[in-house]
């Protein structure tokens, strides 16, 4: 009896000095993908009115945000590119889901197209895409939209400049539809684009979209609806022409096998399903296993399990997909496991996960 009192007197106090370490740490640093920038955003806003910790997050794209983390300059990195095993274990990293949305096209042809009405198929925007189809009247565009005339104007490509996770999830897609994709420019988060403009960050391609007439370009949902784009539909693998919303991006990702995918490395695009929205992925988190700093790391940890726990809504209406229930009790098991102190010892226990 006297030992089991001891051993809970120490992990009590154990507890309340990790607490009392957490509750030291007043600025969270992390960098990485522009893909949920906003609903990180918000996220970071509503907590630190709660908490009074302050997250600062560099949208520099989910490349620069994987460096940055593997070079430790960061508590945390963001990638909508999910890393495989075989580099997580070389960095001594953890990956895990945060967020899911969708990347949508976006096209400037003025206001005789609204959003939603124009159509497209994957070989036909991969055919966009890599210069074979340059005129917005072209017989490929036209036969998939007959009840709409489209203008006699060239094609402007808008794509990212740089390393991206957006563009990692957009080749995905354009790889598995597309033949000539597949052998041509491929499947990377940079790939070198047979044609167009590049911009950096959603922002970028956003804003050169909403300056040149004829031009395409893709950018996460929530920057087509905060900037009022004109996205189009897309047929998916069931052969249904569907919006982006947040009921068909969860349709994607309904039936991931997420137990089954080592280091949580899921890819969302082309899933089967007659509501599916084709071009779905998740955004995911990076943190080291052995951190250099541990109080920071909690710290890190807490504001992911508020963000779990208190954030869905928020996300919703910036038009994101939160993480089902089953996949967020799978990562804090992870996190348990995995996140450890120089003792060895977990830096998140399994009966402590604030909400």
Same mark, same amino acid.
């Given at each position: 009896?006297?030992?089991?009192?001891?051993?809970?007197?120490?992990?009590?106090?154990?507890?309340?000095?990790?607490?009392?370490?957490m509750a030291s740490v007043d600025t969270l640093n992390g960098a990485g993908a522009t893909f949920p920038?906003?609903?990180?955003?918000?996220?970071?806003?509503?907590?630190?009115?709660?908490? !009074?910790?302050?997250?600062?997050?560099?949208?520099?794209?989910?490349?620069?945000?994987?460096?940055?983390?593997?070079?430790?300059?960061?508590?945390?990195?963001?990638?909508?590119? $999910?890393?495989?095993?075989?580099?997580?274990? @070389?960095?001594?990293?953890?990956?895990?889901?945060?967020?899911?949305?969708?990347?949508?096209?976006?096209?400037?042809? &003025?206001?005789?197209?609204?959003?939603?009405?124009?159509?497209?198929? !994957?070989?036909?925007?991969?055919?966009?895409?890599?210069?074979?189809?340059?005129?917005?009247?072209?017989?490929?565009?036209?036969?998939?939209?007959?009840?709409?005339?489209?203008?006699?104007?060239?094609?402007?490509?808008?794509?990212?400049?740089?390393?991206?996770?957006?563009?990692?999830?957009?080749?995905?897609?354009?790889?598995?539809?597309?033949?000539?994709?597949?052998?041509?420019? !491929?499947?990377?988060?940079?790939?070198?684009?047979?044609?167009?403009?590049?911009?950096?960050?959603?922002?970028?391609?956003?804003?050169?979209?909403?300056?040149?007439q004829g031009s395409i370009g893709y950018v996460e949902y929530a920057y087509a609806l905060q900037n009022?784009?004109?996205?189009?539909?897309?047929?998916?693998?069931?052969?249904?022409?569907?919006?982006?919303?947040?009921?068909?991006?969860?349709?994607?990702?309904?039936?991931?096998?997420?137990?089954?995918?080592? &280091?949580?490395?899921?890819?969302?695009?082309? @899933?089967?399903?007659?509501?599916?929205?084709?071009?779905? &992925?998740?955004?995911?988190?990076?943190?080291? @296993?052995?951190?250099?700093?541990?109080?920071?790391?909690?710290?890190?940890?807490?504001?992911?399990?508020?963000?779990? &726990?208190?954030?869905?809504?928020?996300?919703?209406?910036?038009?994101?997909? $939160?993480? $089902?229930?089953?996949?967020?009790?799978?990562?804090?098991?992870?996190?348990?496991? @995995?996140?450890?102190?120089?003792? !060895?010892?977990?830096?998140? $226990?399994?009966?402590?996960?604030?909400?």
């Amino acid at each position: 009896m006297r030992f089991n009192f001891i051993k809970t007197a120490l992990a009590a106090a154990a507890l309340s000095l990790c607490a009392t370490a957490m509750a030291s740490v007043d600025t969270l640093n992390g960098a990485g993908a522009t893909f949920p920038y906003p609903v990180y955003s918000k996220w970071a806003q509503t907590y630190q009115q709660q908490t !009074g910790v302050k997250l600062n997050y560099q949208a520099i794209g989910s490349g620069g945000g994987i460096k940055q983390i593997e070079a430790g300059t960061v508590d945390f990195g963001a990638s909508d590119a $999910p890393l495989e095993k075989k580099e997580l274990d @070389q960095y001594g990293l953890l990956q895990f889901p945060m967020v899911m949305g969708g990347v949508v096209p976006v096209v400037n042809l &003025g206001d005789a197209i609204k959003p939603g009405q124009l159509r497209l198929d !994957g070989a036909t925007l991969a055919n966009i895409y890599a210069g074979n189809i340059t005129r917005w009247n072209d017989p490929a565009i036209a036969a998939l939209n007959p009840d709409i005339t489209l203008p006699d104007q060239d094609i402007t490509v808008v794509h990212r400049s740089d390393g991206s996770g957006t563009t990692w999830i957009f080749t995905s897609y354009l790889t598995k539809v597309s033949d000539v994709w597949a052998k041509g420019p !491929g499947h990377a988060k940079a790939v070198s684009w047979p044609t167009g403009v590049g911009g950096k960050g959603n922002q970028g391609v956003a804003s050169y979209v909403d300056r040149i007439q004829g031009s395409i370009g893709y950018v996460e949902y929530a920057y087509a609806l905060q900037n009022s784009m004109t996205y189009t539909r897309l047929r998916n693998s069931a052969g249904d022409f569907v919006k982006p919303t947040a009921e068909t991006f969860q349709a994607a990702a309904s039936n991931a096998d997420w137990q089954n995918a080592p &280091g949580f490395y899921m890819v969302l695009t082309d @899933q089967p399903g007659d509501n599916s929205w084709p071009i779905t &992925g998740a955004s995911f988190i990076l943190m080291y @296993q052995q951190p250099k700093n541990p109080e920071v790391a909690q710290a890190a940890l807490k504001f992911f399990a508020w963000a779990y &726990g208190n954030g869905d809504d928020m996300a919703r209406d910036l038009d994101y997909v $939160p993480m $089902p229930s089953s996949v967020i009790d799978m990562v804090k098991s992870e996190w348990h496991k @995995q996140i450890k102190g120089s003792d !060895g010892q977990p830096l998140w $226990p399994l009966d402590n996960q604030p909400q």
